[in-house]
């Protein structure tokens, strides 16, 4: 008896042993995007969720249907067949599913595109009620639910379709001359070029000359034999283009440019239109990117009526919102501010301004009485909507933890700000047409996701539509933790994500590796699922890897002194903070301090390289992806924010030049770079390596022909595989 | 007693020890070109030595030397002071050393350049007796010294400054258009653009135009911003250049260009003037390069004269050398063709030839006697020129070995020759005016260097002016040693050069690395100084490699059929040949047979390359520097006359277009280019990298940037500094 319970007990234990080894390990098929298998690997989602006016539709492929916000019915309300055979009556071509399908009339009819045809269809009548032409080549669309006219782009010149069908070329300009394209590098939050008056019977749109800006000489290795494909690219200190915001009324087939001045050194940022459609709200910018003016222009004559809000900085100043509204009182706006330090909402009253004519030159100048609305040590992401009723704003916001981004409804008077959902995790939402519901979707570090149906008022029942299960929990994981630990300036708290190796045995050592981006504009470790952690980061650790990320200052969603920090010095702080992680590592005593790697991508091969090269003792193998070598190099608008110019910040860009200190290089280095990188250019990357051969070091170097900035698709996982390969060659 | 003599041994046995460790290691700066210690470890060479007549000239930096050829005797001619007290007195500025002082009237004048004045000195009066001012910017000057006469270029038109001063622009063409300038990519031998005629009162010159070609877009990344250096290259298969001949009169200022028809894919190669300055030849060729025909053409109206010889190969005929007439008989010149398979003289007369006018399209034809000079399975590599007196050409030949190169006087009635100085080594010569004398300068596998004057005749004492001790002496050498293999067909001896480690020990095994470069134009392995051992091959016999070089089917100097057994196939009887040399290793018990890699440079990156993939359990490790990997990208002149074009031979590229077959590397791959290599475009490269990510394997790579198709200098250096670490890193 007694043996047979050894028997059992050791049968007991193998199964337990088993259980564990039957646990899978991660391929970079898994983990990556590109991936072949990654698609399963991430929770899962509900595609194709959307508002109807105040019904919630989910699209599926074979049907469309209905979800009741208060009591999670659902209804079918269309399937494929039916829209397909009303398409087909008029001969207007197929849809496949409804995922992309939009319904921008509330209640009313739908909103969809067949490869050549947009069309509105009657969901009561099945019938197709009004379609329009899209035009082949048609790039940039833009369509006005109102007046269901089309801007759109065809090479460099814009174009607009009416609801009638008439089709107007509305510029005509030579090749170095965009319009109704995005400007300014995409930079001040601006990442289209037309911009549709309420009533969608004007149309702004956004014309920059770049004919006197250098081109950086692109090469198209894949033709017969290599072509050029030159890419105006306006480096630090050099000439930069000129924009200029021109308005085109298609009843009078008229176009006006806005009299703004001469562009040059100048941002046109954020345009909007006033309710009524009769002004244009322009935030505009000095080249040194410290002066910030809200304009108002007479949308029909052009004429600058008035500067109503200015906003200096020693560093900078940084719109990337535009002005909005309020939906019941065409009087009042919202303007976005980090003035105190952190990004909050201002209400603006222009019922009570008072116009300032100046005699000297410059614009007249509207004093309006603000009233900031929220506050405090943490920032307003962005203005999801309103509830007209509550008279509420619905934000999201980092309140409860800068790691977060919570819905909140916020009360425009007190500015009592009210949680809606869950208050953990990062969510995304979207709003209904009355703003009385949201649709909620959201992570946190141990939600793989949860999507539901949310009252704003927060009254009433919340309908849950997915509870996703973890996706890896047939895989062998490692341990993930978050923790904080002080900055370089002794004060200020860090996140941290430290990812132990999978089977972790606290009596080894382990090689670690961090992996940094560490720029402005970006935050790697959330309240996502994981943390946020990438899907690199275990694979890594389940080859015997500590990895470790710090969200050192100059990083995202922490306010602007926590970002500023780093003006005209890119680098410097980064690195300092860096090194406190470095500290944490080898504090640990199962990290091997003498194998310690680093691994970072753009503003992180940057921060990689610099790393390698100032703490040349410290890690031993780095590799940089798409670094920036020498800020010189890189373009006006970001570069000259954080570093102004060359020739205003000689210092500043000679010390955060890599190439003065290859020489430096003590550790493996691999460079990785886009052949075809637009953003970072291929100089930085090639100057690095003169430098280096010049010194006599030896950094290693590949490129991926025919990618840009990142690698997508198989290219990402053959990058991978030569990323990992690099640490086990050299780190293990 | 005993004790002591104990002792003593061991005294005697440490000093034998000692002694062998006193001998120096390499380093790459002793090693390589552009090394710091590189020249000390060089045989010694005696600079500026040359003919006067048929008095020897040795230049030293303060004084310029008479030899006598007859005794040896030496006198100073003239003083560095005295030229520059000369040059004073006409403010002509200054010369540093006699190295390139020359001296083309026998006994009578020195030409000489300063900075900027060409200049004759009367050496008996210590006079300046002419000048003529070097314009700013002249490129490929071409100086006769009948006339006195400067041809030379500025940008891409052709200038002549006559003996009295008068400068002419003789050409005015828009920048496609280069005139004056070697054309067809310097094959064919060619090398320069103009051709004085033997009075210097005409001008004969090259113009090609490449407006049609298309542009390589080579990019500049040192300037501020990259800028585009585009670069006229006609790949295999793509329209190519058209070269015509005009011919320039500085007394009538008139331009003709010869009548040769529609110069559309053809090749002008190998121009030359008849002795009396009326007429022109040229050797032209198809652009199958199947057929050459000698023309003549009259030199003052441009019209064809006559087609004096013509050859057809069904794979190729490469003609590259113009026709020389003998000095004594200008109704008679000498031919070079390989039409046996060799390269040999024929001697052809004038005088007794008949025109055959033809009544359809082409050229008359005149039907010379020829008689063939030169006979056997060796080849001539050069005509030096003629023993007047004795009815002699002095040539330089394989005779004794094709792989040395030897003087030799061939007696033109009988064709029989005499060899001129050692039997051993690799010679160059120069010749006197007389002809009577050679200075003749060599070297052998085991002859550092011996330079002496010696007699054609073959009577008469030689005089010894330097007989070079072993530079290499102090340091620890491997063994190298010279051996034969058969080829893949089983028949043919291939040369190899073996080269053991370092302290080589018989009961070790060593990883072994084959250096290969396998095309035609080179040979690796000749009867020079260490048999041409390679420097870095020493280096890395002193690091433990084993060290393999053979020269395949394929490569020169053994004449045509061992050349063009490749044709249409580039690549694969080269490797078959490589195999036999892996066979070899493989044979000797102190190779590690499973730690084989592969090392070239060009065709021999082709070579590497194609051999990771082709025997990719064979070898281990490769680095191929500056690789074709697909001949379509290859140019016109000489891609085409090794494959034809695509268009014709679509299987013989499709077989060696290397990314076809990316998927097949297994081993350690590293490409390497100049990233402004101009001859094997950076295209070749990018493609195979893009290939190799396509299919999933993982070469690695760098760049040297602003290097063309090599590097020079230190970056010879780094360059070498890398390779060695890759075998370091991953075959040892």
């Not at 000489?217 to 000439?239: C, F, H, W």
């Not at 890690?619 to 110019?645: L, S």
């Not at 010194?695 to 990142?710: K, L, Q, S």
């Amino acid at each position: 008896m007694k043996r047979i319970l050894n028997l059992l007990a050791i049968i007991l234990m193998t199964t337990s042993v088993m259980m564990a080894q039957d646990k899978k390990s991660f391929t970079l098929e898994d983990l990556m995007p590109g991936g072949n298998n990654y698609f399963n690997l991430q929770p899962k989602n509900i595609q194709g969720l959307r508002w109807w006016g105040d019904l919630c539709l989910q699209g599926e492929i074979d049907e469309l249907q209905t979800i009741n916000p208060a009591n999670g019915k659902k209804n079918t309300l269309i399937t494929l067949k039916e829209v397909n055979d009303a398409l087909a009556t008029k001969n207007l071509g197929k849809i496949h599913h409804f995922y992309s399908v939009s319904m921008p009339y509330a209640e009313k009819w739908l909103l969809l595109n067949t490869r050549n045809h947009r069309i509105l269809l009657d969901v009561d009548k099945k019938e197709v009620i009004w379609n329009q032409p899209i035009p082949t080549k048609a790039a940039n669309q833009d369509w006005n639910k109102e007046s269901r006219a089309l801007a759109y782009t065809i090479g460099n010149n814009l174009y607009v379709t009416t609801a009638d069908g008439k089709e107007t070329q509305v510029t005509n300009e030579a090749d170095g001359i965009l319009c109704g394209q995005s400007v300014h590098r995409d930079e001040f939050g601006i990442h289209k070029g037309t911009f549709w008056s309420p009533k969608g019977n004007m149309l702004a749109f956004y014309r920059m000359d770049q004919s006197m800006v250098t081109d950086y000489p692109q090469v198209n290795t894949s033709t017969r034999i290599a072509t050029l494909e030159p890419d105006k690219y306006p480096m630090a200190g050099m000439t930069s283009h000129k924009v200029t915001i021109g308005v085109f009324n298609p009843s009078t087939q008229q176009t006006i440019y806005l009299k703004a001045g001469d562009p040059t050194d100048r941002y046109f940022t954020n345009v909007s239109w006033s309710p009524d459609g009769q002004s244009i709200y322009v935030i505009e910018l000095n080249r040194d990117q410290n002066h910030a003016q809200l304009m108002r222009y007479n949308a029909t004559t052009g004429e600058q009526e008035a500067m109503l809000y200015e906003e200096k900085h020693p560093k900078y100043v940084e719109p990337q919102n535009p002005i909005i509204f309020l939906p019941w009182d065409e009087t009042k706006f919202i303007y976005q501010s980090q003035r105190d330090g952190y990004n909050h909402l201002y209400l603006f009253d222009l019922a009570n301004g008072l116009m300032h004519p100046i005699e000297t030159e410059g614009p007249n100048i509207l004093h309006i009485p603000q009233q900031q609305i929220t506050k405090g040590e943490w920032i307003v992401k962005s203005v999801v909507g309103f509830n007209e009723k509550a008279k509420e704003v619905i934000i999201m916001s980092t309140e409860i933890s800068p790691l977060q981004s919570n819905a909140f409804a916020v009360n425009l008077k007190t500015g009592k700000t009210r949680l809606i959902g869950a208050a953990e995790g990062t969510h995304r939402v979207q709003l209904s047409e009355s703003g009385r519901y949201i649709i909620d979707n959201y992570t946190a570090h141990n939600v793989a996701r949860r999507i539901g149906i949310i009252p704003t008022s927060g009254k009433g029942k919340t309908i849950s539509l997915l509870d996703a299960e973890h996706p890896m929990k047939a895989y062998n994981m490692p341990e993930i933790t978050l923790g904080t630990i002080k900055a370089a300036d002794g004060k200020t708290d860090l996140y941290y994500r430290l990812v132990k190796p999978v089977d972790f045995d606290a009596n080894k050592k382990y090689p670690a590796i961090i992996y940094v981006y560490g720029g402005p504009h970006a935050q790697n470790i959330t309240d996502t699922y994981n943390y946020g952690v990438r899907g690199w980061d275990l694979y890594m650790a389940q080859k015997g890897y500590v990895m470790l990320t710090v969200d050192n200052r100059g990083s995202s969603n922490r306010g602007l002194e926590f970002e500023n920090v780093t003006h005209r010095q890119l680098g410097v702080e980064e690195m300092k903070d860096q090194m406190k992680g470095v500290e944490l590592l080898k504090s640990l005593n199962y990290v091997d301090a003498n194998r310690i790697g680093v691994h970072g991508w753009s503003f992180g091969g940057f921060m990689t390289t610099n790393l390698m090269l100032t703490y040349n003792d410290t890690f031993k193998v780095g590799v940089a992806g798409g670094p920036v070598i020498d800020w010189k190099m890189y373009e006006v608008m970001y570069g000259e924010r954080y570093m102004d110019t060359p020739q205003d910040n000689p210092e500043g860009y000679k010390n955060s030049d890599l190439t003065q200190r290859a020489g430096d290089l003590k550790g493996k280095l691999q460079i990785i770079i886009g052949a075809n990188d637009p953003v970072c250019v291929p100089q930085h990357s090639i100057a690095f390596l003169r430098a280096c051969i010049d010194a006599g070091t030896h950094p290693d170097y590949f490129i991926y022909p025919g990618d840009g900035h990142n690698m997508a698709g198989r290219d990402r996982i053959h990058l991978h595989e030569r990323i990992t390969q690099y640490f086990e060659d050299y780190l293990k």
